[in-house]
């Protein structure tokens, strides 16, 4: 058991003996003083703490964006983190020199985060371009865009800042100045960490982690953190016990089979669109809309499913696709379609001596469509009011099977049972469409609270249905409003 948490800081190897609940944020201000990571909302949303993680990644080292206010000291055990005092050497940045040239830099609050958040982007794209990492084709404005959904200027405006990162990206990205590959294995990840009442485990494999969640049934399980550390950052929790998964080797495995597609539970969002994109757009288009970059790079499948919220994006997209969970504990392995996880608001299937294991998704089928939409107030950044997935699968011009979910609109994500039998063996026409869309509007009671009233949410879910059979008949194009 170790009393320090051991990680690099800005490339100099640290040693540091703190509460591992304590958050990087609090730590960054108090203890090295390093006050350009800034605190703004305190819970993930608007970026001005923005810090890099650094993580070896093959021959290369994989830095991404995180929130330092809702990410906890014992998350940071073994990796590097790169602050953005810690971007300039002898020089500027080059994406500081962008903004500072462009005349981008704003105010002193949000201008940190967001030099860290291109610095990001900048860093993976070097790191494509010298072959050393995937890329999906060049950087483009929606990568930009994309890397600075999450931090929220309410002043001035992008333009300038956009234009300062084409700058860099035009050059080819860049590399982040610090550890290289091999000096990772001087800060190896430890079991456990325990410094002043708070113990941290890090456990390497499923077995071990299904011991300890035997042995520790009220210990936090904790994924990447972003749902559990809104509440250690906003309500100043405290975390005497977690078993973190980020490390276990089984929860971190993407496993591609003839017809699934496998992601383990500790899998991020980030990691999940990357294999996603090329099987269902769709749905990788959802995911760009989750949180943030930030927000992505943390948080995991397994725990989207596991805050069992009745507004998470994930669970309705995988019920239509008919998403298999499997649940782990030492006594065995058990296998549920995931609509049968979820048993009432914030009530799952899950025991105490359980962890979700992974999530199995079919690939698609010939004749298969599937369209998830989200429905929120803002396009990124934002808790969806509706959220709903349709998946049907033709032969012959008729529905054989049909799978409809939605989010926002019952205490638990729910499947639309009727909805579905209304289109199924049909020619998926309009009269079909209508009849669904009716089906849907008798199902639901959805609440009425701040995101939306009940009548909306109704109105919009029975629309949907119709929005779904128009992009199918080729009538839309995806549009940024969906
Ligand atoms: C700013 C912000 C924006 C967000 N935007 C979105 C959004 O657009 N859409 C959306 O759906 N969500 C959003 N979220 C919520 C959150 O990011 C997701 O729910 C995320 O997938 C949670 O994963 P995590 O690994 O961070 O979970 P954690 O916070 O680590 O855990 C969440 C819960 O799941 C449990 N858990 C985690 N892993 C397991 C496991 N393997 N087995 C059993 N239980 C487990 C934990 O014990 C905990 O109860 C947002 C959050 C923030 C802070
Ligand atoms: S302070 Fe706003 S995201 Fe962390
Ligand atoms: S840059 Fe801070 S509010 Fe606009």
Redesign the pocket.
């Given at each position: 058991m170790s009393q320090t948490i051991r990680f690099f800081l800005n490339g100099q190897a640290q040693d540091v003996s703190v509460r591992p609940d304590m958050t990087v944020l609090d730590w960054l201000r108090n203890a090295p003083r390093l006050t350009g990571t800034k605190e703004g909302c305190a819970?993930?949303?608007c970026g001005a703490c923005s810090v890099l993680i650094g993580d070896p990644a093959g021959e290369a080292v994989h830095y991404h964006a995180a929130?330092s206010c809702?990410l906890a000291m014992g998350q940071i055990d073994g990796r590097a983190l790169v602050t953005v005092e810690g971007l300039k050497g002898e020089q500027l940045h080059p994406v500081q020199e962008a903004m500072a040239e462009n005349g981008s830099s704003q105010c002193g609050f949000c201008t940190p985060g967001i030099v860290i958040s291109l610095a990001g982007l900048a860093a993976q794209r070097g790191a494509a371009r010298a072959g050393l990492a995937a890329a999906n084709g060049e950087a483009n404005d929606n990568d930009i865009h994309d890397a600075l959904a999450?931090n929220l200027c309410r002043c001035t405006g992008y333009r300038p800042i956009v234009e300062a990162a084409r700058k860099v990206l035009a050059a080819g990205g860049t590399t982040i100045a610090g550890p290289q590959v091999a000096a990772f294995e001087r800060i190896e990840p430890h079991a456990t960490i325990s410094a002043s009442g708070s113990t941290f485990h890090q456990p390497d494999q499923l077995g071990l982690l299904l011991q300890l969640r035997k042995e520790r049934p009220d210990a936090?399980?904790?994924?990447?953190?972003?749902?559990?550390?809104?509440a250690l950052a906003d309500y100043h929790s405290d975390w005497d016990e977690v078993i973190s998964?980020a490390h276990v080797r089984e929860?971190r495995a993407i496993r591609e089979t003839e017809n699934h597609l496998s992601f383990g539970?500790?899998v991020?969002?980030e990691e999940v669109l990357d294999r996603i994109a090329g099987f269902y757009p769709s749905f990788a288009t959802l995911i760009r809309?989750?949180?943030?970059t930030q927000?992505r790079s943390?948080?995991?499948?397994?725990?989207?499913?596991?805050?069992a919220?009745p507004?998470?994006?994930?669970p309705p997209a995988l019920i239509a696709l008919g998403a298999e969970v499997e649940l782990a504990s030492l006594s065995g392995h058990r296998f549920l379609p995931l609509e049968d996880f979820f048993l009432d608001y914030r009530k799952t299937e899950?025991r105490d001596d359980?962890?979700?294991?992974s999530v199995s998704i079919p690939k698609p089928k010939e004749g298969q469509e599937f369209r998830v939409y989200k429905i929120s107030k803002r396009y990124d950044?934002?808790?969806?009011t509706v959220c709903a997935a349709f998946s049907i699968i033709r032969e012959e011009d008729q529905v054989r099977s049909a799978r409809i979910a939605f989010g926002g609109m019952a205490a638990t994500p729910q499947r639309a049972g009727q909805a579905e039998q209304a289109l199924i063996g049909t020619s998926f026409d309009l009269k079909a469409i209508k009849a669904c869309s009716a089906a849907i509007s008798a199902q639901f009671k959805p609440l009425t609270d701040w995101r939306g009233s009940a009548d909306y949410r109704l109105e919009v879910a029975a629309n949907l249905a119709e929005r779904f059979w128009r992009d199918v008949a080729g009538e839309l194009v995806e549009v940024m409003a969906l």
């Open positions: 819970e993930g949303d929130n809702i999450g936090i399980l904790l994924g990447g953190g972003t749902d559990l550390g809104v998964l929860l539970a500790a991020t969002w809309r989750f949180g943030s927000i943390m948080g995991t499948i397994g725990g989207n499913i596991g805050t919220s507004i998470g994006d994930g899950l359980e962890v979700i294991a950044q934002d808790i969806s």
